[in-house]
């Protein structure tokens, strides 16, 4: 488990670390706006302490420990309470890894849990302590709404990784010695289903938070999470589109396999129709009769070989007239 506080106000920022709940809140901002992250859910007691603290309702503390919650928001009487998914990698082949991130977000505070160690947010902490734009003279709800901002951003690069892998799969559904395109598109459209199952409903979560009847949310950030919404939106427009790509790969990797194969068969079937009637001569050149023609005749074998020769070269030259070759 990892704890870190950002405390600050338009004055001042700081950043510490600490191993303990009650060691961390030591450095809270009575007087601004405190950040406090907690990464990884090993030691469930200092979870239950800051919820202790910030009075945070069983049902929620139950919510943020069971990481399988599709995204949403609540409202309770003290605080406002958000799941959301942030999407990483793992493993080989940048296999999708989903990360459960909750928000608590009080009046001069947000608490963010996050499933697994380690994160994404240096780029907001640095904006923080460097006092870069308007986010040290907002308020706890600007705080949360970067936060979310940023985990949204993360959608864009994977989704671009698959537009760009996309890309290069319609070059592969032609390519005859490709023999690993269908795994390696399941495996994509898997991942898609996967986000997919992450930004639709936190689309409507977002949505369902600009409508809040509540004073928690201050009317100047209305444009903020309408356009966070609009990112949301776009990110499950690409999910769509890339599926419907990936069908459209599919099927042309469909019809370039049928065409090869139907390339072979008429191969073959030239081929078999070619010795259909070369093998009616060498049949009846091999029944056991005595009293045949051609059999006392010196010339006929070679003549045989010849005739054979002209039929194949026949059929050839009228497949060739019928465009069957």
Request: aromatic residues 10%; glycine residues 6%.
């Amino acid at each position: 488990m990892e704890l870190s506080l950002i405390g600050y106000d338009p004055a001042g920022a700081w950043i510490k670390n600490e191993q303990t709940v009650d060691g961390l809140l030591r450095h809270r901002n009575p007087a601004g706006l405190t950040w406090i992250n907690m990464s990884g859910f090993d030691n469930t007691a200092e979870v239950n302490r800051l919820a202790e603290i910030f009075r945070i309702h069983p049902l929620t503390v139950e919510d943020i420990l069971d990481t399988n919650h599709r995204p949403k928001v609540e409202e309770f009487d003290d605080y406002l309470f958000v799941v959301l998914k942030s999407i990483g990698t793992e493993g080989h082949e940048g296999e999708l890894d989903l990360e459960q991130i909750a928000l608590v977000i009080t009046e001069n505070t947000v608490i963010s849990f996050q499933e697994k160690s380690g994160d994404f947010f240096d780029g907001l902490r640095k904006r923080i302590l460097n006092n870069a734009g308007r986010i040290r003279r907002m308020g706890a709800v600007y705080l949360a709404w970067a936060v979310m901002d940023a985990v949204v951003d993360r959608y864009f690069v994977f989704l671009d990784a698959i537009g760009t892998g996309i890309e290069e799969f319609e070059e592969r559904a032609v390519d005859e010695k490709d023999q690993n395109i269908i795994p390696d598109i399941q495996r994509l459209k898997q991942n898609l289903l996967r986000i997919r199952r992450v930004v639709w409903p936190l689309r409507e979560s977002i949505q369902t938070m600009g409508r809040l009847d509540s004073d928690r949310i201050p009317v100047e950030l209305a444009p903020f999470f309408k356009d966070l919404h609009d990112n949301v939106v776009q990110a499950a427009d690409s999910v769509e589109t890339y599926r419907e790509l990936i069908a459209g790969v599919i099927e042309v990797n469909l019809s370039a396999v049928s065409n090869r194969m139907n390339n072979v068969m008429k191969v073959l079937t030239i081929i078999s129709t070619i010795f259909i009637p070369l093998t009616f001569i060498v049949g009846v050149y091999g029944m056991n009769f005595k009293f045949m023609p051609e059999l006392e005749f010196p010339p006929a074998y070679p003549i045989t070989w010849a005739v054979m020769i002209l039929i194949a070269i026949g059929m050839l030259i009228f497949f060739k007239i019928r465009r069957w070759l």
